[in-house]
């Protein structure tokens, strides 16, 4: 269940201590097993180097009359039993140098860890000591900076908190928001250079939901998620495997490709930067690869102009 609100406040100190906090947590486990692992490396080389000592005896201090003598004096039988000798000989050689190998990775994997949960204690102390106080953001200071946004549909904005219960003292609110808003029917274009010449195509009105998962520091986890706003639902096209869609790049009918915009994204929505992550999805609407697997669907999206013209003629 979601209820809307109208602002909300980021403790960035206390999202950072929470952070670093976790990933200790998580170094430290992860050293522990690799601890683990070097030593039962170590215990496994140790038998290996003992094979492998015993092997290289029975070939170096046997000669060509030990074998025959063995053999019962059939030379093809002495001759199979020293190369079954030096098999075995080689495969502990080859056990020994997978278990060096595997031993001189893991503390290496060790020493990084180690460095890392050093520089991770570093910026825990560093968030402590900080001194940020708690950020406001607004949806009225989000319609401002995006007052100039061309293909936003002003006032369509809406953030949303998600929580458990029914009853208002029984509302226990999760790190766990949904931010909505609305874009206007716009023109899409090639960004490839190679096919710069293709006619611009039509992209209906997009709702899009921004999902921003906190609930565990240390682990957020963001998504986008494309509808049809009202009125809008017969616009879909036949997409990436056939798939009803709004927009080439999109792989379901809800699920867009961001590609190289995701990042952008990424970056904004973890510090709630939602302008920026509004502009960059417009960005993401206004363009498709026509060489691209998905966008190669573009085929199938009527031409802009023709949609425009319909439109205004209505």
Same mark, same amino acid.
């Given at each position: 269940?979601?209820?809307?609100?109208?602002?909300?406040?980021?403790?960035?100190?206390?999202?950072?201590?929470?952070?670093?906090?976790?990933?200790?947590?998580?170094?430290?486990?992860?050293?522990?097993?690799?601890?683990?692992?070097?030593?039962? #490396? /170590?215990?496994? $080389?140790?038998? +290996?180097?003992? @094979?492998?000592? %015993?092997?290289?005896?029975?070939?170096?201090?046997?000669?060509?009359?030990?074998?025959?003598?063995?053999?019962?004096?059939?030379?093809?039988?002495?001759?199979?039993?020293?190369?079954?000798?030096?098999?075995?000989?080689?495969?502990?050689?080859?056990?020994?140098?997978?278990?060096?190998?595997?031993?001189?990775?893991?503390?290496?994997?060790?020493?990084?860890?180690?460095?890392?949960?050093?520089? #991770? /204690?570093?910026? $825990?102390?560093? +968030?402590?000591? @900080?001194?940020? %106080?708690?950020?406001?953001?607004?949806?009225?200071?989000?319609?401002?900076?995006?007052?100039?946004?061309?293909?936003?549909?002003?006032?369509?904005?809406?953030?949303?908190?998600?929580?458990?219960?029914?009853?208002?003292?029984?509302?226990?609110?999760?790190?766990?928001?949904?931010?909505?808003?609305?874009?206007?029917?716009?023109?899409?274009?090639?960004?490839?250079?190679?096919?710069?010449?293709?006619?611009?195509?039509?992209?209906?009105?997009?709702?899009?939901?921004?999902?921003?998962?906190?609930?565990?520091?240390?682990?957020?986890?963001?998504?986008?998620?494309?509808?049809?706003?009202?009125?809008?639902?017969?616009?879909?096209?036949?997409?990436?495997e056939r798939r009803k869609v709004l927009h080439p790049h999109m792989t379901d009918t809800t699920t867009p490709c961001l590609g190289d915009f995701q990042g952008p994204i990424t970056e904004a929505l973890d510090?709630?930067?939602?302008?920026?992550?509004?502009?960059?999805?417009?960005m993401f609407l206004q363009q498709f690869d026509p060489a691209d697997a998905a966008g190669r669907s573009y085929r199938n999206f009527p031409l802009a102009e023709s949609m425009f013209n319909q439109e205004q003629?209505?």
């Open positions: 269940m979601y209820k809307t609100i109208d602002k909300i406040t980021i403790d960035h100190k206390q999202i950072a201590i929470e952070q670093h906090t976790d990933r200790i947590f998580l170094i430290n486990h992860d050293l522990l097993t690799l601890k683990n692992k070097v030593t039962a #490396t /170590k215990i496994n $080389l140790g038998k +290996a180097e003992r @094979s492998l000592a %015993t092997a290289r005896l029975a070939v170096t201090n046997n000669s060509s009359w030990d074998w025959l003598r063995v053999a019962g004096g059939s030379k093809n039988l002495a001759a199979a039993m020293k190369q079954e000798a030096n098999n075995y000989l080689n495969c502990r050689r080859g056990e020994r140098f997978e278990y060096r190998d595997s031993l001189t990775t893991l503390e290496r994997r060790y020493d990084k860890y180690h460095d890392e949960l050093y520089n #991770t /204690k570093f910026l $825990l102390k560093q +968030a402590y000591a @900080s001194e940020d %106080t708690p950020t406001n953001h607004t949806i009225a200071d989000w319609e401002h900076e995006l007052r100039n946004c061309e293909h936003y549909v002003k006032g369509s904005i809406k953030l949303k908190h998600r929580y458990q219960g029914g009853g208002f003292l029984d509302e226990c609110y999760e790190e766990y928001y949904k931010v909505t808003m609305r874009f206007s029917p716009m023109t899409a274009c090639s960004s490839n250079n190679d096919y710069i010449d293709i006619n611009p195509i039509y992209i209906p009105s997009v709702t899009a939901d921004f999902l921003i998962d906190k609930r565990r520091a240390g682990h957020h986890n963001y998504y986008t998620v494309l509808r049809a706003s009202p009125g809008f639902a017969k616009h879909r096209y036949t997409g990436f510090t709630f930067d939602i302008p920026t992550a509004v502009v960059v999805l417009g003629a209505a």
